[in-house]
């Protein structure tokens, strides 16, 4: 079985936001986050410095992407209790 590239990941931003995101290499896009690099996205340029809170290794891009949008539906408090667990993110149907 090929390993995965992609993974969804979330990240604690200084601010105390969480940013969900998805990506191949979670370095270089860490780096990019914290302005180290350039691609970045907009809304951590001004809540830097971020740090990886959670990641999850996916099959495809398209199950990376699937999981994004489901974890960007839950509160905040969801996203913290899943961080915490630090549990693999079990899709919703």
Known sequence: MRQS????YILN???????????TDMER???QHNGEIVGGAR???VRRPVA???Q???ESRSQACK???????????AKERLINANAP?????
């Not at 931003?13 to 990506?23: E, I, N, R």
């Not at 993110?89 to 149907?93: A, H, K, L, Y």
Request: proline content about 2%.
């Open 5 to 8: 590239k992609w993974a969804v």
């Open 13 to 23: 931003c200084a601010d105390g936001s969480l940013y969900t995101g998805v990506t």
């Open 29 to 31: 896009r860490l780096r």
């Open 43 to 45: 809304y951590t340029r």
């Open 52 to 54: 990886v809170a959670w």
């Open 56 to 58: 999850q290794s996916c």
């Open 67 to 77: 999981y994004e949008a489901q974890i960007k539906t839950l509160s905040k408090s």
């Open 89 to 93: 993110w079990i899709p919703q149907d």
